[in-house]
């Protein structure tokens, strides 16, 4: 079983374009053809805080990786920063798509309950 660290929140909500809801959603991470099991830690219509299994490597992840989250979407995401135990992705939708994709995720997240924030073990 993956262990994974929450930690507070580390970016500011005042510089997002969208408000995020806490969640607790596994997803993969391919990353160079490697699948990496993460954590979807919150989510908003652009993006995602992404926790990372306790352990991972240090080296950083690579600018643009794809993100599985089973049931829901497979998407192109862009870094936009990174801990030892967290990354913040964007969503990398083609802009012919992304007023589809917006409305999907807001009836994902409207339907979804939010998660407890947590320090799992």
Not at 25 to 48: E, P
Not at 69 to 77: A, E, Q
């Amino acid at each position: 079983m993956w262990q994974y660290e929450l930690s507070q929140k580390t970016r500011s909500d005042q510089h997002r374009n969208s408000q995020r809801k806490d969640v607790d959603h596994i997803a993969m991470l391919s990353v160079n053809g490697r699948q990496i099991g993460v954590r979807i830690l919150d989510l908003s219509t652009s993006g995602a805080r992404l926790g990372l299994p306790r352990g991972f490597p240090d080296a950083a992840l690579p600018e643009t990786m794809r993100l599985d989250i089973p049931g829901l979407f497979i998407l192109p995401v862009k870094k936009r920063w990174q801990t030892e135990t967290e990354v913040g992705v964007e969503f990398a939708v083609e802009r012919a798509r992304r007023a589809m994709f917006g409305k999907q995720m807001q009836n994902y997240l409207r339907h979804r309950p939010s998660a407890p924030r947590q320090t799992m073990r």
